[in-house]
């Protein structure tokens, strides 16, 4: 059982392009979860996905980000046109359908916009 | 909305000691999972211990216990026999109940652990 896998798990981008950052949840975990953690803080939410379906978005910012979670395939974050306020580790989680407890973490994925 | 407070930025504790890092949340609910989580240096979020509200009795695993008052909504973290890799972030977190809802982290706390 490989885990969450997060890639790349370092990834820097120039002002203005795009991020992608990949998440595969454990085998037979159906929901994804994504938070950000900036310098010196904890980890805030973002969004959380069933395969398909955004469930939650509320700690999406409303422009330049999005996820999805395919039906096949890792969820993608997205991250459109970064600027340096976006540098921060991003971590997925993932639990199964009735998941009641805590969730696995990924490692994460450093961005570093120059 | 639920908050999630760690007012200690950072603890220190000799290797072989006890220590207590306190945490203290905010809720409407009855119904909700606490945990606490550590993060090395590696940047993994470990999940050390979790509590069921509706358990009084309080969760132990191994050197880790907690001390939970619900009316007080009071959850501690006692690190006891400290070891040198026991130094890392730790994150107090809290869920409401049910299925598959978000969880909502404190600040953390940096523990370093003295030889």
């Known amino acids: 059982n490989a885990g969450v896998m997060q890639n790349p798990r370092h990834l820097v981008r120039r002002r203005g392009q795009e991020a992608r950052l990949r998440c595969s949840p454990m085998?037979?975990?159906?929901?994804v979860y994504w938070y950000r953690q900036l310098p010196e803080e904890g980890l805030k939410f973002m969004v959380y996905?069933?395969?398909?379906?955004?469930?939650?978005e509320s700690g999406m910012p409303k422009e330049r980000f999005s996820a999805e979670f395919p039906k096949e395939g890792p969820s993608i974050l997205r991250i459109q046109q970064v600027v340096r306020g976006d540098s921060a580790a991003y971590f997925c989680?993932?639990?199964?359908?009735?998941?009641?407890?805590?969730?696995?973490f990924g490692s994460g994925t450093r961005l570093t916009v120059v | 909305a639920q908050t999630v407070t760690q007012s200690q930025p950072e603890m220190s504790v000799q290797e072989a000691e006890t220590v207590t890092l306190s945490c203290t949340y905010d809720?409407?609910?009855?119904?909700?999972?606490l945990f606490w989580y550590k993060q090395p240096p590696s940047r993994q979020m470990i999940l050390v211990i979790r509590?069921?509200?509706?358990?009084?009795q309080n969760a132990t695993e191994n050197r880790f216990s907690v001390n939970f008052q619900k009316a007080a909504k009071s959850f501690s973290l006692k690190i006891s026999d400290s070891q040198l890799g026991d130094a890392a972030m730790y994150f107090c977190?809290?869920?409401?109940?049910?299925?598959?809802?978000?969880?909502?982290f404190g600040k953390g706390i940096t523990l370093s652990v003295r030889p």
């Open positions: 989680a993932s639990s199964p359908e009735r998941g009641v407890y805590g969730y696995t």
């Open positions: 085998k037979g975990h159906s929901h």
């Open positions: 996905l069933q395969k398909e379906n955004i469930i939650d």
């Open positions: 809720t409407s609910e009855s119904d909700y999972y």
């Open positions: 509590q069921e509200a509706y358990k009084q």
């Open positions: 977190a809290y869920r409401k109940g049910g299925a598959n809802s978000k969880l909502t």
